[in-house]
């Protein structure tokens, strides 16, 4: 069984574009980190900021930007979800399934 799971966007919808404390909705969905993150574009060019934030003390476990153009944004959900899978030490088979991310774009993952 898989030890990395990833909520129903229909489940973190409600903090979509929310000034929210990554911490209080750790609590609230009852996980252990939280993956946060921002998306801007200007023109062409697009920039990805992401932080994987550990509920129980505020730890930054992983902070990244990721930069790249329009046409190559789809790969970047992948990326992030492999950063964070190494960051939880989540075997990669158990990436797999998230490679194009589905529900995980969504913004919230906890391991057990």
């Given at each position: 069984m898989s030890r990395l799971h990833v909520p129903a966007l229909g489940v973190v919808r409600r903090y979509r574009g929310a000034e929210v404390d990554p911490i209080?909705?750790?609590r609230e969905l009852g996980v252990d980190a939280v993956l946060v993150g921002l998306?801007?574009?200007a023109g062409t060019a697009c920039?990805?900021?992401f932080e994987l934030v550990r509920v129980a003390d505020g730890r930054l476990l992983l902070g990244d930007v990721?930069?790249?153009r329009r046409e190559r944004l789809a790969a970047v959900p992948a990326?992030?979800?492999t950063a964070?899978?190494?960051a939880l030490d989540v075997p990669a088979?158990?990436?797999e399934g998230l490679d194009g991310l589905g529900s995980a774009r969504s913004g919230a993952a906890w391991v057990d």
């Open positions: 209080v909705v750790g998306l801007g574009s920039r990805v900021q990721r930069s790249t990326e992030i979800a964070v899978g190494r088979n158990e990436l």
